[in-house]
């Protein structure tokens, strides 16, 4: 049982590159969530599904995009990579948004690079 | 708007001891719920234990209980017996009873465990 997958694992990008981190859970959960991870930061939510076919914006949205593909994935996009946008991205699902018991489970993680 | 917290950037612990880590959030909500979170150097966000703001007893899970103190907003985590597998960076998160898993996290402490 693999849970929460991120694709690729480390990143380096130059400004101005884009790229797509991939996300998938097997989980048969509704809601999945990417985070950000700064130095001395927690995590920052960045956009959030609470289930298929819809997606919302989080604490920190701007230069990212999401698409929730079909239930299993739920990508986030950067057009045009920025050096702030250099940090540690974390993939999440739960099984229903907002239930009393939700519980998240997190993928390991993508470190990515803007240079 | 709600914000966590945590002002112990760095605590260490000798093994077998116990430590306590300390976390304080602000909310003008009154039902809401509380993690910590464990994050070891693989970088995988684990949930250590949580807890119900409508619930008076402080949860317990194993080595790991929390001092829930509704009033004075303030939700520490203990671990007893400290082992070497301890070592790792915690977080305090929040969560809105009806946001879904939009997590609030605080800065994190990064607890070290001597031998």
């Known amino acids: 049982n693999a849970g929460v997958t991120q694709t690729p694992k480390f990143q380096v990008l130059k400004t101005g590159q884009s790229m797509t981190l991939q996300c998938a859970q097997d989980?048969?959960?509704?809601?999945m969530y990417w985070y950000r991870q700064d130095p001395g930061m927690g995590l920052r939510l960045i956009y959030y599904s609470a289930s298929e076919g819809t997606t919302d914006k989080g604490e920190v949205p701007n230069g990212y995009n999401v698409s929730r593909l079909n239930k299993r994935e739920f990508s986030l996009r950067l057009e045009s990579a920025a050096p702030s946008q250099t940090s540690v991205y974390f993939c999440?699902?739960?099984?229903?948004?907002?239930?009393?018991?939700?519980?998240?489970?997190f993928g390991s993680g993508t470190q990515l690079s803007v240079l | 708007a709600q914000t966590v917290t945590q002002s112990q950037p760095e605590m260490s612990v000798q093994e077998a001891e116990t430590v306590t880590l300390s976390c304080t959030y602000d909310t003008s909500e009154s039902d809401y719920y509380l993690f910590w979170y464990k994050q070891p150097p693989s970088r995988q966000m684990i949930l250590v234990i949580r807890q119900e703001a409508y619930k008076q007893q402080n949860a317990t899970e194993n080595r790991f209980s929390v001092n829930f103190q509704k009033a004075a907003k303030s939700f520490s985590l203990k671990i007893s017996d400290s082992q070497l597998g301890d070592a790792a960076m915690y977080f305090c998160?929040?969560?809105?009873?009806?946001?879904?898993?939009?997590?609030?996290f605080g800065q994190g402490t990064e607890l070290s465990v001597k031998p």
């Open positions: 998160a929040y969560r809105s009873t009806y946001q879904g898993g939009k997590l609030i």
């Open positions: 999440a699902s739960s099984e229903y948004y907002g239930g009393v018991g939700e519980k998240l489970f």
């Open positions: 989980m048969n959960h509704n809601s």
